[in-house]
C-alpha cells in the first residue's frame, strides 16, 4: 500500500466549496484510482474540525453544512492517522530547521518523513502556498494544489 499526506487546506476544500475545491476533488480522485490511503496526523481530526466549527461560526457556511462536512470527513475509508513520539520529535525539528512558526505545518512534513523512510515514499499535497513559498524547494515530496500539477509526473 502507498500513502499520500493531505493537509488541512487540502482536507477543507474537498469537505467546504472554495477556490480550488475542484482540483481537491481530482486529486482525490486520483488517490482512489491508485488505491492510496491518506495518511495524517493524530491531530488531524480535530483541527478539520474546528475549522468547519469556526466556518460555521462566522456564517461562511451554514452550520447543517459543517455537520454534514464533518460527517463525511469521519466516514472517509481511506484516511490513517499517525501518532508517535518520532513524529512529535520530528515535528519539532523540522519547525526549527525550516523557521515554522507552528507544529501544524511541521507535523504533516513528519508524517510524510517518516512514512517516505518507513514504507517507501510519501507525497505531502498541500493548498498552502505560504508553506510551499517558505520551503523553497527544500522539500521536493511537498505538492501545490494546483490543476496543472496533478498531471505532472513526479
Do not use: H
Request: net charge negative.
Amino acid at each position: 500500500m502507498t500513502y499520500v499526506c493531505l493537509d488541512s487546506s487540502i482536507l477543507l476544500k474537498l469537505l467546504t466549496w472554495e477556490d480550488g475545491s475542484e482540483a481537491a476533488a481530482e486529486l482525490l480522485e486520483r488517490i482512489v484510482e491508485a488505491g492510496q490511503m491518506v495518511i495524517l496526523p493524530a491531530f488531524a481530526w480535530a483541527e478539520v474540525g474546528s475549522v468547519l466549527r469556526k466556518k460555521a461560526r462566522k456564517k461562511e457556511i451554514a452550520f447543517a453544512e459543517a455537520e454534514e462536512a464533518w460527517r463525511m470527513f469521519c466516514q472517509l475509508k481511506i484516511i490513517s492517522y499517525l501518532e508517535s513520539e518520532k513524529i512529535a520529535g520530528l515535528s519539532w525539528e523540522i519547525a526549527g530547521q525550516e523557521n515554522l512558526p507552528t507544529l501544524y505545518d511541521a507535523a504533516y512534513l513528519a508524517v510524510a518523513e517518516s512514512v517516505a523512510q518507513d514504507r517507501g515514499g510519501c507525497e505531502l499535497w498541500t493548498a498552502d502556498e505560504r508553506m510551499v513559498n517558505a520551503l523553497s524547494g527544500r522539500k521536493k515530496y511537498v505538492k501545490l494544489l494546483k490543476r496543472q500539477d496533478l498531471y505532472e509526473k513526479n
